[in-house]
């Protein structure tokens, strides 16, 4: 059993209509409800939950956070900030969807602004699958179109991925890198592009493959953490293997 523990800071479904209609119960409840039956122990946190719902109890039996955040990125506490990196750095996998880009402990982990251009005009999107044989895109087509989502553009300020699994076009001429792997520390981390808040993309049974497959991707394996710091020698010096 996979425990994934989704974060969603909830502020928009509470104080915009538009986004209540497509969400009423918030990003994080139909995640889940779309996640459900995958085999995943899944439980969710907010922000306005004491210590943002990712206590010390939480994040230390979470194997996969998945992050959602857009207009109070400033609103989460440095502290649990440093919290969620360590347990990425100590093996936790991380999922970052859509504005979560901008969050801090994405920020934090890529080491750049993670800035970009965008333009909110309900375009055509294509996620165009550029990586086919990798684990995050397995029963996925060669594309997936979305009639509406927001404009994402190049450049994308962050580090070169490890991976590159999916590259959007959009209807306005932009490209995106949309679906990028890294590893930082003993963490896996996938970032995965659509999710604009007023569209119903987190519905789409192709969105909810593409991140119940990430998530597998990005258990943690359980092997010996390695030893750093002053070290014994392994044989008498002066030894040598022939």
Request: net charge negative; proline share 5%.
């Amino acid at each position: 059993m996979i425990n994934v523990t989704i974060w969603n800071e909830f502020v928009h479904e509470k104080i915009h209509d538009e986004v209540r209609e497509v969400y009423p119960e918030g990003i994080h409840k139909a995640l889940a409800d779309g996640l459900s039956g995958e085999g995943y122990a899944i439980r969710t946190a907010t922000l306005d939950e004491p210590e943002h719902g990712l206590t010390d109890e939480v994040l230390n039996t979470t194997d996969v956070l998945i992050w959602w955040g857009h207009m109070a990125h400033d609103r989460v506490s440095d502290e649990i900030v440093s919290k969620v990196v360590k347990r990425v750095l100590n093996g936790m996998g991380f999922v970052v969807l859509h504005s979560g880009h901008f969050s801090k402990p994405f920020k934090e982990l890529m080491g750049t602004s993670c800035d970009l251009k965008w333009r909110e005009a309900g375009e055509q999107e294509i996620i165009w699958t550029v990586n086919p044989s990798h684990p995050i895109a397995e029963g996925i087509d060669s594309h997936i179109i979305l009639e509406h989502e927001e404009m994402y553009g190049e450049f994308f300020d962050i580090p070169t991925p490890d991976e590159l699994v999916f590259l959007s076009n959009f209807q306005g001429g932009e490209v995106f890198r949309s679906g990028c792997t890294f590893k930082r520390g003993e963490g896996k981390i996938f970032y995965f592009r659509p999710g604009h808040e007023t569209y119903p993309t987190y519905y789409r049974p192709e969105i909810l493959r593409v991140i119940s497959n990430s998530i597998r991707w990005a258990y943690p394996l359980h092997h010996t953490k390695p030893v750093f710091g002053n070290s014994e020698p392994v044989r008498a010096l002066g030894n040598v293997l022939v």
